[in-house]
């Protein structure tokens, strides 16, 4: 079974500075996280695991990790929009699409595909938590160097990487660049050049 082969991406090209993460490396990485969250969760109580991802930033990691885990978990998807910029948030937090399912009494992990300020994750763990799952943790792919200053409980992280605007692998500028296989940043030319 030969994997699926990537179209090409050639018309991004002049827009990535640098590719910061290869698809390989996040590969191998969203196997290690997999295995590392299959022996953390043991046998669980309450059935299956659920993961939460946020859209549509998470998806890519999302459909990755649930295919990598040992184990089987229900995939919910919530929608929220952040009052801000185009490049950052502001913590105001207004859901779009909620969950299909009630979670009281499931383990919950949300899927993250980027923290940055975590004001959108704060926000979204004390929503969850309000609903009385059996617990709820964390697992995000990247992990910028603000995030450590914020009180959010993170139990899994991917990659930390610089403060740079990265896309692809789900991350998007202006709707374009989530469907690179790969991370990259972001030329600066394409978010001054006002497109
Ligand atoms: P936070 O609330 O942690 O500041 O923001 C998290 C959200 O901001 C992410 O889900 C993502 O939508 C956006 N974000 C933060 N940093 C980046 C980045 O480097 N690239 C992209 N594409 N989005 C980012
Ligand atoms: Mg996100
Ligand atoms: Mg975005």
Redesign the pocket.
Known sequence: NDPIERGSRAVYDGDIASVLITEQQINDKVGELAKQIDEDYGDLAGGDLVLVG?LK?AVMVMTDLARALPRPAQLEFMAVS?YGSS???S?VVRILKDLDRDIAGKHVLVV??????????SWLLRNLAARDPASVEVCTLLR?P??VRVEVPVRYVGFDIPN????GYG???AERYRDLPYIGSLDPKVYTSGT
Request: aromatic share 8%; glycine share 12%; net charge negative.
């Open positions: 946020v930033g952040s490049t950052s948030s913590g993250e595909d980027i923290i940055d300020s975590g004001l959108t994750l910028k603000d995030a740079e605007f990265v896309v991350l998007d500028f």
